[in-house]
């Protein structure tokens, strides 16, 4: 596949909030692919964008094509590594997500974001990449393989939308932080 060299990954900034909203709606109203079931207005996604800060390990990236309108970029999709679970301990293991525009699949824009992400996340303390993706969905199990991600379960009728009961598989990758300590073996245990 040939990665999109005219593309820019780039943070993402409150300018970019309705076309990042617009592309999620797509994936509330369309798939499957996300549980949420009502779209979202750019005010109520704001937090969400706010969130994700330009360092530290949750990171918001999108990827811009160059549009014809007065020069202005095109938002082609964006890729987040966020928090796993809430509690203190998951703090060095984030959960990631890709989504793209109508359109835009299939030209290695997932690729592409997915790669700034974990280049972007190797100076981090992060130890651990998540990636839940409901079934069936070809295209992100493929992504998901390319960057080593391995398939460690599935719950199975999990979710339901559209009337029907949809499975998630969750995948696993280890990350090689370069800024990480290195892991212990945990307390010890001695016997008295």
């Known amino acids: 596949m040939q990665i999109p060299t005219e593309v820019q990954v780039r ?21 499957a692919v996300t549980f ?11 937090p969400w964008l706010r969130s994700h800060p330009e360092d530290g390990p ?23 590594s966020s ?18 525009a109508p359109g835009a699949t299939g030209r290695g824009i997932g690729t592409l974001l997915y790669k700034a992400l974990f280049e972007a996340l190797a100076d981090e303390d992060v ?3 998540y990636a839940a993706i409901a079934q069936p969905n070809e295209p992100s199990v493929r992504l998901h393989d390319a960057f080593g991600f391995r398939h460690v379960g599935t719950y199975t009728e999990v979710g339901r939308k559209f009337g029907r009961y949809w499975d998630v598989s969750w995948y696993e990758k280890p990350l090689l ?6 892991a212990s ?6 016997r008295r």
Request: hydrophobic content about 35%; overall charge positive.
């Open 11 to 31: 943070p993402g900034v409150e300018a970019d909030l309705r076309a990042l909203t617009d592309i999620y709606n797509h994936y509330v109203r369309e798939t």
């Open 83 to 100: 928090p796993y679970r809430p509690k203190a301990a998951y703090g060095t293991s984030v959960e990631v997500s890709a989504y793209l």
């Open 127 to 129: 130890h651990r990449a």
């Open 177 to 182: 932080s370069r800024t990480a300590p290195t």
């Open 185 to 190: 073996t945990g307390p010890s245990r001695s």
């Open 36 to 46: 949420d079931m009502a779209a979202f207005t750019p005010v109520e996604r704001l």
């Open 58 to 80: 949750h990171r918001l990236l999108v990827a811009l094509e160059p549009g014809t309108r007065q020069g202005a970029p095109h938002a082609l999709g964006y890729a987040t």
